[in-house]
């Protein structure tokens, strides 16, 4: 029996990254997937992927930045699979620019995809979540969320701001007696197409801000067992944390 098993996981941003390596991770170990992207041209792709792992579930698009596809994902959820125990909310964009020189509408479109998008899915899966009785809550925040870079003013800010959000849907939960555990997860440069693409682009000033002491990036599958651990009745005494994984940037 997987960890997983019996459980109906909805993974956001689950086209790629860590998303992806987390949904084949709670598949692997049993769970019922739900993987929801923007990127609608992964439907097909992704819906041939569950099922070439012999799992089950579907793909759903779902723009996180929309409240109301937040509360139709639910509703589908509820009718196609009658739970929901486990969200990760993994959906995430990364725009470099300073405060001098972040202009309002990058910050909003940061902020909407980043916070936003994890707030509207920790308030729209809450219901769910404490019906099944083990309800669980993931946010992928960074190791960004813990300190400054040089040239992530939005990014920086909107991950401080899904570490906070995290305790505060934690302590909620805990003081209402929902069994509801909500924490965030930190990661350093993981490899990635949201990494590859930045470092591909970004003006960085300062490169070895970006090392980390273990030479080489984090793995998705590595970022995606702590995600799957925080997930599973293993961690039933954990909420309201913050787990790192960045291969020692902020020791
Ligand atoms: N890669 C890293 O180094 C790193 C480090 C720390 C934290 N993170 C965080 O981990 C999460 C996953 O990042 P990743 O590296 O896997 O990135 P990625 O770019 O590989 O995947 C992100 C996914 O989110 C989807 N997405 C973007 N906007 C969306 C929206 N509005 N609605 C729904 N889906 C949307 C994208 O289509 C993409 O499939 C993000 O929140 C990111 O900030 C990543």
Redesign the pocket.
């Known amino acids: 029996m997987g960890r997983f098993e019996g459980h109906v996981a909805l993974v956001?941003?689950?086209?790629?990254?860590?998303?992806r390596a987390t949904w084949r991770r709670l598949a692997a170990e049993g769970a019922t997937v739900v993987v929801?992207?923007?990127?609608g041209r992964s439907a097909a792709e992704i819906s041939a992927e569950i099922a070439a792992l012999g799992a089950r579930g579907r793909f759903i698009r779902?723009?996180?930045?929309d409240r109301a596809q937040w509360q139709a994902i639910m509703a589908e959820i509820r009718a196609g699979f009658g739970r929901l125990d486990v969200l990760v909310n993994?959906?995430?964009?990364?725009r470099e620019g300073t405060v001098e020189d972040t202009d309002l509408a990058t910050w909003r479109q940061v902020m909407a995809?980043?916070l936003d998008?994890t707030f509207w899915g920790c308030q729209a899966a809450i219901p769910l979540l404490k019906e099944s009785g083990r309800g669980a809550i993931v946010n992928?925040?960074?190791?960004?969320g813990l300190k400054g870079d040089l040239e992530l003013a939005a990014?920086d800010a909107s991950?401080g701001a899904v570490r906070l959000l995290s305790k505060e849907v934690a302590l909620f939960c805990a003081r209402q007696g929902y069994p509801v555990r909500c924490n965030s997860v930190?990661?350093?440069?993981?490899e990635?197409?949201?990494?590859s693409t930045f470092f591909t682009t970004a003006k960085l000033s300062d490169a070895a801000n970006w090392t980390q002491p273990i030479g080489r990036s984090?793995r998705?599958e590595e970022v995606a067992g702590m995600i799957a651990w925080l997930a599973s009745a293993e961690a039933s005494f954990v909420t309201g944390a913050e787990y790192v994984i960045d291969g020692g940037i902020t020791a």
Do not use: C, E, F, W
């Not at 956001?12 to 998303?19: D, E």
């Open positions: 956001t941003g689950g086209a790629s990254g860590i998303g929801s992207d923007v990127d779902q723009d996180v930045r993994s959906a995430g964009i990364l995809v980043n998008g992928l925040s960074s190791v960004s990014y991950k930190h990661p350093g440069v993981v990635t197409p949201m990494v984090v998705p």
